[in-house]
C-alpha cells in the first residue's frame, strides 16, 4: 500500500487525514508494525534493472527457464523458511501456506515450463489476398524493466504469482513486497535473491516513502496488487510515461445461494471461502444473497460446520488466521452490531483474532455493506428471487469474483448471462483463482488485466505486428498497382485484392493448391512413364 507525491500530488491525502483514520484505503499504509528500508536508492535499482535489460541476456529461452526453474527451486528447497515468515505475519497454518500460496505457484510455473517454447514462437496469423506473398507473424517482445507491487494478504502468492508470467516474457523485475508483510518481504530479499540472476531480479524493500520515491522512475510495465483506490493512484504515477498497467484490486463479492442448491454443502464451501486468511482473501465470499427460508436452512448448517472447522472457540483455534494489523482489526470489530449476530462475535485482542461471525437482518444502507470486508465476517442480504439477486449486484460495483449456488441450470446461466464480473465459480468459491490455465484478473473498480498462465505471459509481453516481403520480382508486379500515376484501373485493382471476404480462408485454400499441384504431379509421372513404356 503506497502514497504517491510529487507529479500526483493532487491525488494524496494529506497525512494528517490518514492518521486521524477518515479515509479507510489509507488506514493500513501508515500501521506497520515493522518498518524495512532499502539501502538502495530507487533510481540506482533502476539503472542497474535497465543496463540488465540492456544486455539482451533475458531474451534466450534458455535463460528464462533457468530463472523460472530457479524460483521453481526455490518454492520446493525454502518451504519451512516460507512457512515460518508466513506464520509470523498470517499465522497461517502450514496446509494454508501449501494450498493457497506455494502449491499455486509451483503449478503455474511447471506449466509455464512446459508451454513456454510454444507460447514463445512468433504467431502465424491467417493471411488475405493482399498479403498471399508475405510472411504475417506476431512476435512476443518483453516489455523491458517490470515493477510488480505485491499485496500483504497473501505475500507469497499475489508477489511471485506475477513474477512467473515477467520471467517467462523475458523481462528484467523489480520486485515490490508490502510492508505489512515484514517477515515475507525480509525473506524473500534475503534468500529469493539467491536463486536469480542478481542483476535481472531485485528485491526493493521499504514502506511509504521508498514506494513513493520507486514511482517515481520510468518502468515499461507496472504490475499491482492492492486496494482500488490505491491502485488509482498507481495508475496516475504510471500516466506519467504513459507506463501499461496491470492492477489487480478487489470488491465486494457476492455469493447466491438458490433455493435448488445442496445448502449443506453450499455452508461448507462458502465458509471455507470466506475463512481461508480468515477473510482477508480479494476473492473472498463479501455476502450473500438469499431468501429468508435459505438463510434459515444455512444457519442451522454454518453453526455446525464453523465448529468442525475450528472448534467450540474459534478464538482459540491454531487453524484460524489472524487480523494483519491493529487498525484493521478494529475497523473489523466495529462492523460487529450484536444485535446482528446470528453466529459468532467473539474475538481476542492480544491475538487479533475475530470469531467467524454471520450477520442478519443487514441493510444495504448498514457500514458492513459499504466496503469490501476482508475479514471473517458474512452478511446476509435477504432476496426474493434470482432476479431481484441480480439487480442488487448490478446496482454495485462490478465485482472481482461472483458466486452462484444453484442445481438449477437456467439459474446458473441467469448470473453467468445477465451479470459482470472479474471471474465467476458456480457451486463454489475461491477456487477459480487457483486453476493455471484460466486467466485470473478484475474488471471497472475490481482491476484491470488479468494473468496466470499464457494469460501472464502475454501480460508481460507486448505483441509486436511483423510484415516480411521478399524482392522477388513476382512481389514487385503485385505491388506496381499501388504506384503512382494513379488510374480507375488501379482503384478497382486493389479493391479486389484488399476486400475481406468471408468464406474459405486462405490457409485452405492454400493446402488445396498444394494437394492439387500433387495429385497432377503424380498423374504427370505416371503419364511419363506409360508413354516411356509404349515406345519401348
Known amino acids: 500500500m503506497i502514497k504517491v507525491e510529487s507529479d500526483v500530488s493532487e491525488l494524496v491525502l494529506p497525512r494528517a487525514q490518514i492518521l486521524n483514520g477518515t479515509n479507510n484505503a489509507w488506514e493500513s499504509v501508515i500501521d506497520v508494525e515493522e518498518e524495512i528500508s532499502s539501502k538502495t536508492a530507487p533510481k540506482d535499482v533502476v539503472a ?124 528484467v523485475v523489480i520486485l515490490k513486497p508490502s510492508e505489512l508483510s515484514p517477515a515475507t518481504s525480509s525473506m524473500t530479499a534475503k534468500i529469493l535473491t539467491k536463486y536469480l540472476d542478481k542483476e535481472c531480479f531485485q528485491v526493493f524493500l521499504g514502506g511509504v516513502e521508498e514506494t513513493t520515491e520507486l514511482l517515481k522512475e520510468k518502468f515499461d510495465y507496472i504490475f499491482f496488487t492492492g486496494s482500488t483506490t490505491v491502485g488509482r493512484i498507481v495508475y496516475q504515477a504510471a500516466a506519467k510515461y504513459l507506463t501499461p498497467t496491470t492492477l489487480e484490486l478487489g470488491g465486494k463479492s457476492p455469493s447466491y445461494i438458490d433455493e435448488s442448491a445442496d445448502i449443506k454443502k453450499t455452508a461448507k464451501r462458502i465458509l471455507w471461502g470466506k475463512l481461508i486468511n480468515s477473510g482477508q482473501t480479494c476473492v473472498a465470499p463479501d455476502y450473500i444473497l438469499c431468501t429468508k427460508t435459505v438463510q434459515e436452512k444455512f444457519l442451522q448448517h454454518a453453526k455446525l460446520i464453523i465448529t468442525e472447522f475450528y472448534g467450540p472457540d474459534p478464538t482459540k483455534s491454531p487453524d484460524l488466521c489472524k487480523i494483519i494489523t491493529e487498525r484493521h482489526f478494529k475497523r473489523l470489530v466495529d462492523f460487529i452490531n450484536p444485535e446482528n449476530v446470528a453466529i459468532g462475535g467473539k474475538f481476542d485482542i492480544s491475538e487479533r483474532v475475530i470469531s467467524p461471525t454471520v450477520l442478519i437482518n443487514v441493510s444495504p444502507e448498514d457500514p458492513v455493506m459499504k466496503e469490501e470486508i476482508f475479514g471473517p465476517i458474512l452478511p446476509i442480504i435477504n432476496v426474493r428471487n434470482a432476479e431481484e439477486a441480480i439487480n442488487f449486484i448490478n446496482e454495485r460495483e462490478k465485482p472481482l469474483a461472483l458466486y452462484v449456488f444453484a ?130
Open 48 to 171: 542497474v534493472a535497465k543496463k540488465a535489460f540492456a544486455t539482451g541476456k533475458t531474451k534466450p529461452l534458455k535463460f528464462r527457464r533457468e530463472q523460472l526453474k530457479g524460483l521453481l527451486k526455490f518454492l520446493e528447497e525454502c518451504k519451512e523458511d516460507i512457512e515460518k515468515a508466513l506464520y509470523q505475519d498470517l499465522r497461517k497454518h502450514k496446509q494454508e501456506c501449501h494450498l493457497c500460496e506455494i502449491e499455486i505457484i509451483a503449478n503455474d510455473l511447471r506449466h509455464t515450463l512446459m508451454e513456454l517454447k510454444e507460447w514463445a514462437k512468433p504467431e502465424k496469423p491467417e493471411k488475405r489476398l493482399v498479403n498471399v506473398l508475405d510472411g504475417v507473424y506476431r512476435y512476443k517482445d518483453p516489455y523491458g524493466v517490470v515493477l510488480i507491487i505485491g499485496a500483504w494478504n497473501y505475500p507469497l502468492l499475489l508477489t511471485l504469482g506475477p513474477l512467473v508470467g515477467a520471467l517467462a516474457a523475458g523481462n
Open 407 to 536: 442445481k438449477n441450470k437456467s439459474v446458473q446461466k441467469l448470473f453467468l448471462n445477465h451479470t459482470s464480473s472479474g471471474g465467476a465459480t458456480v457451486n463454489d468459491t475461491v477456487t477459480h483463482l487457483i486453476t493455471e490455465n484460466l486467466p485470473f484478473g478484475g474488471v471497472g473498480e475490481s482491476g484491470m488485466g488479468s494473468y496466470h498462465g499464457k494469460e501472464g505471459f502475454d501480460t508481460f509481453s507486448h505483441q509486436k505486428s511483423v510484415l516480411v516481403k521478399d524482392f522477388a520480382n513476382l512481389t514487385e508486379l503485385s505491388l506496381a498497382m499501388r504506384y503512382p500515376p494513379y488510374s480507375n484501373t488501379k482503384i478497382k485493382l486493389l479493391n479486389f485484392v484488399l476486400k475481406k471476404r468471408s468464406g474459405i480462408s486462405f490457409r485452405i485454400l492454400k493446402n488445396c493448391f498444394i494437394f492439387s499441384l500433387g495429385v497432377a504431379c503424380a498423374y504427370g509421372v505416371q503419364y511419363i512413364c506409360s508413354q516411356l513404356n509404349e515406345s519401348e
